[in-house]
């Protein structure tokens, strides 16, 4: 009973804010090897690199992945938004195609999808589209290679 007088209104949110902080932290560390793995710019060899790094300095390695693909982690997040928008736009279409939806409900819910018409295309797309030119021939490896490095820029 004496441990409870001795804990301070002062250090309960000190506790607090460090639990908030903890999260965060994990929440971070969670989206930097998500977006590790997701990365087509990036070799195996570099993602094992990045992944060594952060399981060997945790807090620098995170840090220092922030600030040096801030904006390959900004695209990877656009590119995830077009994607599941484009899919939900196809799964609209279906269900107007099956009459569950009508026209009128249709349009109104497709013009409430304001990236797909705003944002412009992120590195990934653009990469995703050359590998399927390069795949159905009409792009040489020279061309491909010289297109990939341009999305990259």
Known sequence: ??????YT???ALLTILEFALLFLWIW???TVVVDIFRSH???GWA????LVLIVLVPLLGVLIYVIARNDKLKAHGVSDERQREIALIAELEDLK???ILT???FRRVKTQGKLAREAPPSPDEDITELEALKDRGLLTD???QRAKSKALA
């Open 41 to 43: 710019d990036l070799s």
């Open 1 to 6: 009973m004496q441990l409870l007088a001795t």
């Open 97 to 99: 195609d099956r009459g």
């Open 142 to 144: 020279e061309e491909f």
């Open 9 to 11: 209104f002062g250090q």
């Open 47 to 50: 993602k094992a690199g990045w």
């Open 103 to 105: 026209d009128d409900e």
């Open 28 to 30: 971070i560390a969670v």
